[in-house]
């Protein structure tokens, strides 16, 4: 019995310290900042198969794109920054994403899944899979055009592979 409640502090302890030192926040030492959404984009039949995420971030005094990726075996956080049009374009792709089907059930034995998390008013994630897929058919566009124009933006270096 001893052993298990350990286990559990250790576990309780190392969470809040994962959760407190979290990196992938827009403001260092605020677990709060979020930012304005996070895309995850998950790629079946790669070589790491890992998810690359994107995180929005808008401040008073600046703008710009959060990439969490594998690069050389680790994840690295990196930020690019944005511009006034830049920022735009990702907020109009964002505010279309939410008149996409979000009934769309298409599913295959392999591809990609893209997910979109985001706190309007209310928590929001929507999973859809390889949105490249019939996209316009499926009614998931805009979605689709949100994590390729994240996904440019990112300006991987080709070691990424190709987005699908």
Do not use: H
Request: net charge positive.
């Amino acid at each position: 019995m001893k052993w298990l409640i350990l286990v559990l502090l250790a576990a309780v302890t190392s969470s809040l310290a994962y959760a407190k030192d979290d990196p992938f926040v827009c403001v260092p030492g605020n677990n709060a900042s979020k930012g304005v959404f996070t895309f995850e984009i998950w790629r079946a039949l790669t070589i790491d198969q890992d998810t690359t995420s994107f995180r929005l971030c808008e401040l008073s005094s600046k703008s710009f794109l959060m990439v969490k990726a594998k690069e050389g075996g680790k994840f690295k956080i990196r930020t690019v920054n944005l511009d006034a049009e830049q920022l735009a374009t990702l907020k109009s792709l964002y505010q279309a994403t939410f008149a996409a089907n979000f009934k769309d059930d298409t599913f295959g034995t392999d591809g990609s899944t893209w997910c979109l998390e985001a706190n309007r008013m209310n928590y929001l994630k929507v999973c859809f899979w390889t949105p490249s897929y019939n996209a316009q058919r499926r009614g998931i566009a805009a979605f689709e055009a949100l994590g390729k124009a994240l996904w440019d933006l990112a300006q991987f270096d080709g070691s990424n592979g190709e987005l699908r």
